[in-house]
């Protein structure tokens, strides 16, 4: 048996649209070595691109409905029916495809009306639009998240093992925590040792995580969960080896792995 120390890991998105492969090549991979790891994931391939924009075209989502006052609501329940189509891909690998539905349905249902009393604020002139405009697009970037750290709890319990879902981004939390405290009490009454976590990218804080660092706010939760954790090793998964050239880009056949290298 293993000597378990603390691992932080962050799965992207593409990985994590590839669920069944994640379970089998990182999460179980080694029996011996399944808990002291804590997995912070984001939000299902170009879930994220849907509700805030393109992170490479910058084609507009739902964020630039909901600022230029247009049919947002719409365009979320269309988005709401297409996570309910990708969750029936997880099915058969275990998740449980109700309480998954429930569970990001009342989510996008209940933000739909957040929206809207943000709306109403927002017309009464009394407060300062680019404020209520960066809560929303928190409000917006933490759905994705919940979806997918959520699925991955279910379908590692429905494999039969321990596995907690840690809900950073403050749903229905009005304490004001900043955004240390918030990972701090989160995981303060958990034993990473004894249970697989599977945390969300994004973390409500009174900075604003994206105030600061926008689309990069992921990766930032993944630092300061390792940091805060005290973590032994802190891990990125990728699709791709860090390579000369972006392969959706350049082309898989045009981009050449950069193997060892110093910091």
Same mark, same amino acid.
């Given at each position: ?7 932080i890991?962050?799965?992207g ?5 590839r ?5 089998n ?7 011996d070595? @399944?808990y002291?790891?804590?997995?912070? /994931?984001? %939000?299902?391939?170009? $879930? &994220?691109?849907?509700? !805030? ?5 910058g084609?507009?989502?739902?964020y ?14 269309a988005?709401?029916?297409n ?8 099915e ?21 009306? @957040? ?5 109403? /604020?927002? %017309?009464?002139?009394? $407060? &300062?639009?680019?404020? !209520?405009?960066?809560a ?9 998240e919940?979806?997918s ?32 405290r ?5 995981f303060e ?65 045009n981009?050449?792995?950069?193997c060892?290298?110093?910091?």
């Amino acid at each position: 048996m293993k000597k378990h120390t603390l691992r932080i890991e962050k799965i992207g998105g593409t990985s994590m649209s590839r669920f069944p492969e994640i379970i089998n090549n990182i999460i179980l991979r080694d029996k011996d070595d @399944i808990y002291g790891r804590i997995y912070v /994931v984001s %939000a299902y391939a170009g $879930v &994220t691109d849907e509700l !805030l924009e393109h992170k490479k075209s910058g084609q507009p989502g739902i964020y630039k409905l909901f600022e230029d006052e247009e049919n947002y609501p719409r365009k979320m329940l269309a988005l709401r029916d297409n996570l309910f189509e990708f969750n029936e891909t997880l099915e058969s690998t275990g998740l449980n495809l109700q309480e998954a539905n429930d569970f990001i349905g009342d989510r996008i249902d209940l933000s739909i009306n @957040i929206l809207r009393s943000m709306e109403n /604020v927002l %017309a009464s002139g009394y $407060v &300062t639009r680019n404020e !209520l405009l960066l809560a929303a697009r928190e409000l917006l970037a933490s759905l994705g998240e919940m979806q997918s750290a959520f699925n991955s709890t279910s379908i590692l319990k429905s494999h039969g093992y321990d596995a907690t879902f840690v809900d950073l981004s403050g749903w229905e939390d009005g304490r004001q925590l900043t955004i240390d405290r918030r990972i701090i009490n989160s995981f303060e009454k958990i034993d990473p040792l004894s249970t697989i976590c599977f945390a969300t990218g994004y973390t409500k804080g009174t900075e604003g995580i994206m105030r600061e660092f926008d689309r990069g706010y992921s990766e930032v939760t993944f630092s300061k969960v390792a940091v805060l954790l005290g973590a032994s090793e802190a891990i990125i998964h990728k699709e791709y080896h860090l390579c000369s050239g972006d392969p959706l880009i350049i082309g898989e056949h045009n981009a050449h792995p950069v193997c060892n290298t110093n910091y």
